[in-house]
């Protein structure tokens, strides 16, 4: 009896770990934006963020078209510039800060 409630509190205890780092984050994105993008697009992640209302973040990050929408944006970014691995966090970060939000970053 002991064993199964060891086991079943080690996979609980690995599933609240894998969850937790399979998703998103918006300070993540926030961080990267400021550290790779900001010099790069002449202006801070907040100008950024607002250019769309959370809507629209989302039907372009759905489309698959949240990279060249970032380009579109900030011209001197090019596609190989932006890692896929990015993509979630700098998502997360422009939905959260749009320009409809209400939120206001600190970058």
């Given at each position: ?17 894998a969850s ?57 970014v090019k ?29």
């Amino acid at each position: 009896m002991t064993k199964l409630l060891k086991l079943s509190m080690a996979a609980v205890l690995l599933l609240g770990v894998a969850s937790t780092t399979a998703s998103a984050d918006a300070r993540k994105g926030q961080k990267i934006f400021i550290k790779k993008f900001k010099s790069r697009c002449g202006f801070n992640g907040a100008k950024f963020a607002a250019k769309h209302s959370q809507e629209e973040w989302s039907s372009i990050n759905e489309a698959g078209n949240f990279k060249s929408e970032m380009i579109t944006i900030c011209p001197d970014v090019k596609e190989s510039d932006i890692k896929d691995s990015w993509v979630p966090h700098l998502y997360d970060f422009s939905y959260e800060y749009a320009n409809d939000s209400g939120n206001v970053p600190s970058c």
